[in-house]
């Protein structure tokens, strides 16, 4: 049997209501598809069974792993405060739970926190612990999330690249259904682009309501700030974070855009107006290490190659 791994401990830090959270499932952060499969054909017990003879057995890698591994390193920045955290919010109970626990100390995570919730949805403990996005392939427990009105999506199967080298966080966001809500796609539906176009246009200077992402957009945007004073400061500073925005909207519906930014106080490092142009063609130059969008015709032309969330929300969601 292989020796287990060392206990970390705890730091202390920013409290968890001051700190950007991310919540994530066993099933985005590791690649569970062997035990799973277990579970699906020979049940309950033969899965506890799986898992407890494999305790020690490291899991690969999930297509949520490269995105939270740099998401905590954020916290390099800022030791003392450390303002970032991922907490573990898992179907599984404490006993099968053990060989994540111990996947997780194998590659250095620095997460401490966990619920092992016994074949439960995880998505009521969203709040409790300041969460503002919550990963998972199980796409019951996503929607579940969504519809309670908490921030989650569901990782779609993708090839795992992750470079220790490259330490820059990138993230890309759709907007409509995403950072904002469905109020412009409801529009497009209902008509056509003509339409939508004379409605943003008309509305421009109004902001759009908020999105399922918008709060983690803005808490990142708030750590962008700080990078960006850190490299004022160091010219040798290597930024941690890049944040895009990956829309299929044409610059004629632009400024409708620019006015929500503007009032959230937030700008992206990159915005691309594709004017209906496959997205991909842009995210396999950006090489983001994890995409959101709510229409999964968008992910799919991407599955593969780009990390990717689907967010089922709004009037075209697909899911």
């Keep these: 049997m292989p020796c287990k791994p060392t206990i970390g401990h705890a730091a202390m830090g920013y409290p968890i209501e001051k700190k950007l959270v991310i919540a994530v499932a066993s099933s985005a952060l590791f690649d569970l598809g062997e035990a799973d499969e277990v579970f699906r054909n020979e049940g309950t017990e033969k ?11 490291v899991l690969p890698k999930g297509v949520a792993f ?9 916290n390099r920045a800022y030791p003392e405060q450390e303002p970032v955290e991922v907490v573990l919010l898992s179907r599984n ?16 995570l620095n997460i401490t926190r966990a619920a092992f919730l016994g074949g439960k949805s995880p998505h009521p403990y969203i709040p409790a612990f300041n969460v503002s996005l919550f990963l998972s392939a199980n796409a019951t427990d996503v929607q579940q999330a969504i519809e ?7 990782v779609i199967p993708s090839t ?11 993230i890309a966001f759709d907007f409509d259904g995403v950072l904002a809500d469905d109020e412009a796609e409801a529009v497009f539906r209902q008509g ?14 109004i902001p759009h309501n908020p999105g399922p992402l918008s709060d983690l957009f803005k808490k990142l ?14 010219a040798n500073y290597q ?8 829309t299929a909207r044409n610059i004629l519906a632009s400024e409708r855009v620019v006015t929500t930014l503007n009032s959230w106080g937030v700008m992206p490092d990159e915005t691309f107006f594709l004017g209906g142009m496959e997205k991909v063609r842009i995210l396999r130059q950006l090489k983001p290490h994890i995409f959101f969008d709510d229409q999964l015709t968008h992910l799919e032309s991407a599955a593969g190659d780009i990390p990717s969330v689907h967010v089922p929300f709004g009037v075209r969601n697909d899911g």
């Design 221 to 234: 945007a708030a750590f962008q700030q700080l990078e960006m004073a850190k490299e004022q400061q160091d």
């Design 192 to 205: 056509d682009l003509e339409q939508f176009q004379a409605h943003e246009l008309q509305k421009a200077d």
């Design 148 to 154: 309670a009105g908490y921030p989650a999506g569901m």
């Design 160 to 170: 795992i690249t992750d470079h220790e080298e490259d330490a820059e966080l990138r």
């Design 66 to 74: 490269p995105f939270i591994r740099r998401f905590l390193n954020l």
């Design 47 to 57: 899965y506890r069974q799986f898992q407890r003879e494999r305790k020690y057995d």
């Design 239 to 246: 930024r941690l974070l890049r944040i895009a925005i990956v």
């Design 93 to 108: 109970d404490p006993d099968t739970g053990q060989r994540v626990f111990y996947s997780i100390q194998h590659y250095g």
